[in-house]
């Protein structure tokens, strides 16, 4: 196995979304970084690479997808592989992330992230994708926790003790969401400062923080179209201090609301990180 | 239970009513389920009527909506990128509404408008090029983002009357003449116009590789008056240059 270092990038910054285009396009929004959604950039060409290039231009880029797949049992898909290389190679990004999760088997794709059992054969097949995956880029990946609304009856571990075992089998890095910890352990009945207590601190690359909704049968649903919610941002102030040089990002996939917000609730990650680091001074 | 079987079983559950309970998953988290049946189509027909952002309008929430799992029961996604899956929608549409051509002419308007933006990048035509240029024997290179199809209706009139959502759109009807619907991307934005089926055969015939005069023979003989075919090839190349469907010429 190749080891692929990644050397760490500390700030804060915001998801790109399209009601926001003008004032990234502009150098005008008042961000460290930002992050895009990998899929919406691999396309032939016309606006969406226009506009990445002339963004690029003003920000450091993280690039994100959602439909890697790293945990299917049928493998990875070359050809979505070798878009993803390409954009990369254009963008030149702080790094590559996607999720732990699957999205479909034999053709079919549900185009959501769908939960793995926590067992030795998924960390397997998991570990061997992403090992293809980062020699097929030729980069590190992040991965990233999803939350899930479902657990199964042969996981054998923790979701934080696979996620451990991936970075010690593929040396990929780490993308954490601390709203999606949140919501798997209100789902599922664990605490989510174990899980972040018991996370190996130096693979952690950067942290996603977002809101939730409340769904049917006391579960949260993962919309991250609400505000960072206050359960959400104490888990966050105790923890971050954990976490040295990353890359900080409030992630807002639906009912954007106006840039100021979204810069306003940055700054305040960016406020208790430096409370954090006040306190462990 | 292998990671497989289980994928398959959560994928079928996904793609059924919902009715059968799943194995393999732990009592409590049961009541997980109905949120992954849900998000399925719900993200799934948001992203169709992102895309068929008219046909959605022309037809209305419930009709649309009708429409979407329709052809999400039909044509089960598989590729890689959402931005895919409007691709057989407009078949859907044929089948639900054959006695309204409107509807489908819509959608394959709205999903090619869609698919020229992202579509490749082509070089813009060298102007001071055309002076030089031998039009008897000089290929015409059309910008690899046009698309076209014959319409029956008039689609065009509806899709710019629906970008008022307030405005009450105009009744759609059957054309006296058949056209053709062109879409195309002009610089960065999409762009459509409705030509003649004279025109449409005369780009069909550009992309094949003709020549501008192989067009003008091909064609000019079957349209009759000698001098008004030339004065409508004219208009018709004038055209072309001036919204980008010509993206180059060569011998």
């Known amino acids: 196995m190749i080891h692929y270092p990644l050397p760490a990038f500390s700030g804060f910054g915001l998801g790109m979304r399209t009601p926001h285009y003008d004032a990234y396009l502009a150098g005008e929004a008042p961000v460290d970084f930002v992050e895009i959604i990998s899929e919406n950039y691999m396309v032939d060409g016309g606006r969406p690479l226009y506009s990445l290039d002339q963004v690029r231009e003003r920000y450091p880029v993280a690039m994100h997808g959602v439909s890697m797949s790293v945990g299917s049992a049928d493998g990875l898909d070359n050809a979505y592989l070798q878009r993803l290389k390409a954009l990369a190679a254009r963008v030149q990004p702080l790094w590559v992330s996607d999720h732990l999760c699957w999205t479909g088997i034999d053709g079919f794709n549900s185009h959501d ?169 | 239970m292998r990671l497989a079987e289980l994928q398959r079983g959560l994928s079928a559950y996904i793609k059924s009513d919902g009715a059968t309970p799943l194995d393999g998953v732990t009592e409590r988290s049961k009541r997980g389920l109905p949120v992954y049946h849900y998000a399925y189509r719900a993200s799934l027909i948001n992203a169709l009527r992102d895309v068929f952002e008219r046909t959605h309008s022309w037809l209305g929430d419930d009709l649309f909506d009708d429409a979407a799992r329709a052809h999400i029961e039909k044509n089960p996604p598989n590729s890689w990128t959402m931005s895919d899956y409007g691709l057989g929608f407009e078949d859907v549409l044929t089948d639900l509404y054959p006695e309204n051509p409107e509807v489908a002419e819509l959608a394959w308007l709205d999903w090619q408008l869609r698919v020229a933006f992202n579509g490749p990048d082509s070089p813009s035509l060298d102007r001071a090029k055309l002076a030089e240029t031998d039009w008897d024997n000089a290929q015409l290179h059309i910008t690899p983002t046009l698309t076209m199809r014959p319409v029956t209706t008039n689609v065009g009139a509806l899709w710019g009357a629906l970008e008022d959502k307030e405005g009450q759109p105009p009744r759609a009807h059957l054309l006296d003449v058949p056209e053709v619907l062109t879409v195309w991307r002009q610089d960065l934005a999409p762009r459509f116009q409705c030509v003649s089926e004279l025109e449409g055969q005369a780009l069909a015939l550009a992309i094949a590789g003709a020549s501008f005069g192989g067009i003008c023979s091909e064609l000019g003989s079957d349209a009759g008056d000698e001098a008004e075919f030339a004065a409508f090839a004219g208009a018709m190349l004038g055209r072309w240059i001036s919204d980008d469907v010509l993206i180059d010429v060569g011998s």
């Open chain 1, 113 to 281: 992230l769908l939960p793995l059992p926590y067992t030795e054969e998924a960390l397997d097949i998991a570990a061997a994708n992403i090992i293809h995956a980062q020699d097929f880029l030729e980069r590190p990946m992040l991965i990233e926790n999803p939350s899930s609304y479902l657990t199964f009856a042969d996981d054998m571990m923790s979701e934080w003790e696979f996620l451990a075992a991936l970075c010690e089998r593929t040396g990929c890095y780490l993308l954490l969401d601390i709203n999606n910890i949140y919501v798997s352990g209100t789902n599922h009945g664990f605490d989510p400062l174990t899980y972040l207590g018991a996370i190996p601190a130096d693979r952690v690359r950067q942290i996603h923080l977002a809101g939730h909704s409340h769904g049917r049968d006391g579960l949260l649903i993962d919309t991250h179209d609400q505000p960072v919610p206050d359960p959400v941002w104490a888990l966050y102030a105790k923890v971050i201090g954990r976490f040295e040089n990353v890359a900080v990002m409030i992630e807002r996939d639906d009912d954007i609301p106006p840039l100021e917000d979204l810069i306003a609730e940055m700054e305040m990650a960016r406020q208790f990180s430096q409370a954090s680091a006040r306190v462990a001074a």
